[in-house]
């Protein structure tokens, strides 16, 4: 590997002594300011920060931190690293249950002194599980976004002082005086518009912030007031850009979608990367095309592994006009069709990288696509220096070491011209014939330098041209990009490289304007060979979570280092990429970035890589997606999908089987291991799952923690009083002293209080599976060979109908049955469902489920036993971390925690259920309306029943403040 570490150490330094050229983003990983060797990147699951000498490829330091250390920043002399650890000192497995101690910080950053390599101070007021970090152009103040608290705060870079604090609306069970929940969810959508902040860009004269938000289609602009010095003295909402332009919605506009198109709900918009002249932005995310209509007779329109209903995207907003899809603006959108060819003319850089000489680094690429009839245009960059000149050959491949040339990659058969260009750049064209016969084809080629002063000759890198009759395609995303991540402009802005987590790689596109262009994939698609899990061997590790992108000034080429943090491997990928030509090549292996152990088991990370990749033939069909595209990191989407029995919305799969329960709204998975079937079925993949992948799986599940809680008291860390109150009405106790009679609302006889060390059932949910089928289950017949779990005697005991089914029809008369309950109100949605729910059987035919056949005993390999699950029986999803899990329901009809206790407010209630804002008129009286209407039919609400209210206000207020607090 090659560095020229005083010349870009200089080029750092001085970009950090100005901060006046650039646009900020956040950043998993850094360079030293004063030392390019030197890379700092954080360790995410084992609460360590590393200092890497790249040059070197060893761990200079490793520095232990808070927990889950996601971003950090450098203050603008590089002498202080400020970390940010997402949960604080909250260790994963410490939850509500566990219980907490009133010692738990949620959420922390560490500041770093560079020279020691040791923390000197920590910053707890942040907000809670604080995401990202960054400073500002002008070095006077940091920039933090605080995840789950919904906040952005703006420290001072000197002294870390709070300058201002932004508060976003984000729930809306509480919403502020003065505003409507029209105000807070303009797309109607049961989502929080501006939510979750994740990360950010700050404008280059640091008076605007960009921020992503991370289950909502929605980018916040928020303005910075600043001084006279350049430090903020307030900060407040801006603006704000709509990303959606899908106008289907299963309950505000249910219209089957039968379009086979790349469309949806954007959603987990983590980066955004402003350009360099300040006119774009982009972000990365996937589309849910929550409509799309699984009973559809397409007629052979969808070919092979189907994409399932999740689409990788990249955005481009206008930031002249603040918009996107606005008539005349100049935003822009990449996808991929599922039309569109997965085998496309294109080049394929190959052979690692060239030889340097002469100041440059000899390499050859293409531009445009080889298409049949057209031309290969090629660009051999590296040639520098007066009398050096520039050839490409092509020929049959080798692979001869020819010290100190190079590698001779290509024998020679022919020669294309190649005329000098710009720079140190020259190009050539050779034309391609329009026959049929050659699609497909490949044809390699390399390129060479010769120094006519002195004779010295540099070999470059090899490039195959992949002849078809078609390319990528301008404004098309050119392949299925798994989990669209990460991304970052060039300095010149006409290049932009796009970091994947789900497909492991790395997509460069050319840009013009809003234009872009596919020019390469790394590591290749053509010729695709899965990876190796936990290999680091690999240019891209697994699960590359963040990185750094760096100019190289020390070389003639126009090319840049990229470093990239992998996660999974605890690893950081050293790629370098060349913008003229598209090639981007391995620089080094991968270097483990800890100096011990990982803290998670090898099984563990086996499941966390799958739970991710979408890469693999066992997980999906042709790179589209993964577990993470709908349960990023473990939750929800928040969205209601189309599902031939009726809508369903994506539960959360939090704190292992204890957590999650009975998985699906069926019930119909003992655990996680037993969700890798679906891979075939939802997301087109042909692999069978091994045992140890499976157990990887469900090891990974225990180990998903749970979301931290901001709805705490601020100074012990426990409930609140009316939190502590309305715990006494869920349960029926009166451990405040508040509760003398010991009234109860009934809760929990669906959501018992679990305990950690007598081992009740579950954590608040009465859905349970016995631990020997969840933890201790090998894949055969030696645990429950007669699939007595999931027998509908027996689960149904643990599944509950909550009166929450979609225009059920029980009495099979052909109608929605109007009152189920016998409470006096409709049960009937206030929308025209695609499919209102029925009966949902299934077979356990899985290849890798255990088998459940009809008669275990007589015919073990006859017929599978098929199970029957009602319609109006759904599992319960977990009640921990319920305020970070919305809307709610299984069909999205109640969109706030406060709509369940009191359909009142989401009805008829000015503020919570303004005049403005669709509803579905349903109502849950008999478990939990906490209202009652008793008066209509008296004793039909088992609440109130119980719970005997004589101030019902009050007691909503307490028992919406103890469910918002788990």
């Known amino acids: 590997m090659k560095h020229r570490t005083t010349a870009l150490a200089a080029s750092v330094l001085a970009f950090g002594a100005t901060y006046v050229s650039a646009q900020t983003q956040a950043h998993a990983v850094l360079v030293d300011p004063n030392n390019s060797d030197l890379v700092w990147t954080v360790n995410h699951d084992n609460d360590s920060v590393s200092q890497v000498n790249v040059a070197t490829g060893a761990v200079v330091a490793e520095i232990a931190v808070g927990a889950q250390p996601n971003h950090l920043a450098f203050n603008a002399a590089g002498t202080k690293l400020l970390v940010v650890n997402r949960r604080g000192n909250v260790p994963l497995t410490t939850n509500f249950v566990t219980p907490f101690t009133g010692a738990e910080i949620r959420g922390s950053i560490s500041v770093i002194d560079v020279a020691t390599k040791t923390v000197e101070s920590l910053l707890t007021d942040v907000g809670t599980e604080p995401y990202g970090i960054a400073l500002s152009p002008n070095g006077k103040f940091f920039v933090v976004t605080a995840f789950r608290s919904s906040e952005v705060l703006l420290l001072d870079a000197t002294t870390y002082a709070e300058l201002a604090r932004h508060e976003y609306d984000d729930d809306l069970s509480h919403i502020a005086p003065g505003k409507t929940i029209d105000q807070i969810d303009t797309d109607f959508d049961g989502v929080p518009d ?3 902040p994740r990360l950010f860009s700050v404008t280059a004269d640091s008076a605007k912030i960009y921020v992503t938000h991370w289950k909502s289609p929605w980018i916040s602009i928020l303005d910075v007031t600043l001084d006279g010095s350049g430090v903020p003295t ?21 219209i089957p979608n039968h379009t086979v198109a790349s469309q949806g709900d954007p959603t987990f918009s983590d980066d955004i990367a402003i350009s360099p002249d ?34 990788p995207s990249l955005t481009m907003l206008d930031l002249v006009t603040g918009s996107y899809n606005a008539p005349g603006d100049a935003s822009n959108r990449l996808h991929h069709e599922l039309t569109d060819t997965l085998t496309p003319a294109k080049y394929v850089p190959f052979g690692g990288q060239g030889r340097s000489i002469g100041g440059g680094i000899v390499t050859l690429g293409g531009s445009g696509s080889p298409v049949l009839g057209g031309s290969a245009d090629f660009v051999l960059s590296g040639v520098n220096g007066a009398g050096v000149l520039g050839f490409v050959w092509y020929g049959i491949e080798t692979n001869i070491p020819v010290p100190p040339l190079g590698t001779l990659l290509v024998d020679l058969q022919g020669s294309i011209a190649m005329s000098a260009s710009v720079g140190d750049q020259w190009a050539g064209s050779i034309a391609i014939p329009n026959s049929p016969v050659l699609d497909g084809q490949v044809v390699s080629f390399q390129g060479a330098t010769f120094n006519t002063n002195n004779g010295d000759i540099g070999l470059s890198n090899g490039v195959r041209v992949v002849l078809g009759t078609t390319g990528t395609g301008l404004n098309k995303m050119g392949y299925r990009a798994g989990q669209p991540y990460r991304a970052d402009y060039n300095a010149a802005g006409d290049k932009v490289l796009m970091l994947n987590q789900g497909s492991e790689d790395v997509f460069l ?11 390469t994939v790394f590591p290749p698609r053509h010729g695709h060979v899965e990876r190796t899990p936990l290999d680091l061997t690999t240019a891209i590790g697994d699960m590359p979570i963040g990185w750094t992108v760096v100019p190289d000034p020390a070389t003639s080429n126009d090319d840049a280092l990229i470093y990239i943090q992998n996660e999974v491997t605890t690893s950081l990928s050293v790629l370098r990429v060349d913008y003229a030509t598209g090639v981007i090549t391995k620089e080094a292996d991968q270097i483990v970035t800890i100096t011990g152990p990982d803290q998670k088991t090898v099984s563990e990370r086996i499941g966390q890589e799958l739970f991710h990749d979408a890469s693999r033939a066992q997980t999906t069909g042709n790179f589209n997606n993964s577990c993470y595209s709908c349960h990023a990191e473990g939750g929800e989407d928040g969205k209601s999908w189309d599902r031939p029995a009726g809508p369903r919305t994506t539960m959360p799969v939090y704190g292992g089987p204890l957590g999650s329960g009975l998985l699906l709204w069926k019930g119909v998975r003992v655990n996680l291991g037993e969700t890798g079937p679906m891979f075939g079925g939802e997301n087109g993949g042909t692999g069978i799952m091994s045992d140890v992948e499976q157990q990887g799986l469900i090891d990974y599940h225990k180990v998903i923690p749970f979301p ?4 705490l008291d601020p100074v012990t860390g426990d409930l609140t009083s009316l939190a502590a109150y309305g715990q006494d009405l869920f349960f029926g106790t009166n451990d405040t002293g508040l509760n003398p009679t010991q009234r109860a609302a009934g809760c929990i006889a669906c959501h018992p209080k679990a305990d950690a060390v007598n081992g009740s059932t579950r954590l608040f949910t009465a859905d349970f599976l016995d631990p020997i089928y969840t933890d201790g289950l090998e894949f055969g017949y030696v645990h429950d060979d007669n699939c007595l779990n999931l027998q ?15 225009n059920g029809d029980e009495d099979l008369d052909g109608f929605p049955d109007f009152d189920r309950n016998l409470d006096g109100y409709s049960d009937i949605e206030g929308y025209t469902p695609i499919h209102p729910d029925s009966d949902d059987n299934f077979e ?9 056949p009809l008669d275990p005993f007589f015919d073990p390999l006859g017929p599978k036993k098929v199970f029957n699950r009602k319609l109006k029986l759904f599992s319960i999803p977990t009640k921990l971390a319920v305020f970070h899990t919305y809307p709610y329901m299984h069909d999205n009809s109640l969109v706030s925690l406060r709509a369940i206790v009191d359909p009142d407010s989401q009805m008829n209630d000015p503020v919570y259920g303004s005049a403005n804002y669709p509803t579905t008129f349903k109502w849950f009286n008999e478990f939990h309306d906490i209202r009652g209407h008793e008066d209509i039919v008296p004793q039909a609400s088992k609440v109130q029943v119980s719970l005997v209210s004589t101030d019902k206000d009050a007691d909503i207020e307490a028992i919406l403040a103890f469910i918002s607090s788990l």
Do not use: K, W
């Open 708 to 711: 931290l809680n901001p709805n």
């Open 844 to 852: 356990r035919d899985d290849p890798n489920s255990y088998p459940c």
């Open 278 to 311: 300040g006119t774009r932005a982009l972000v990365p995310q996937v589309l849910l095309n929550i409509n799309f209509d699984t009973t559809h007779d397409f007629a052979g329109a969808i070919a092979g592994a189907f994409a399932n209903r999740v689409y």
């Open 234 to 254: 307030a900060v407040a909402e801006g603006g704000r850009i709509n990303q959606d332009d899908y106008d289907l919605h299963p309950i505000n506009n249910p």
């Open 792 to 806: 509908e005697n027996i689960a149904q005991l643990n599944i509950r109908a909550v009166n929450s089914q979609v």
């Open 194 to 196: 501006l939510a979750n």
């Open 509 to 519: 596109y050319d840009v013009n304007g809003s234009d872009m262009t596919l020019q």
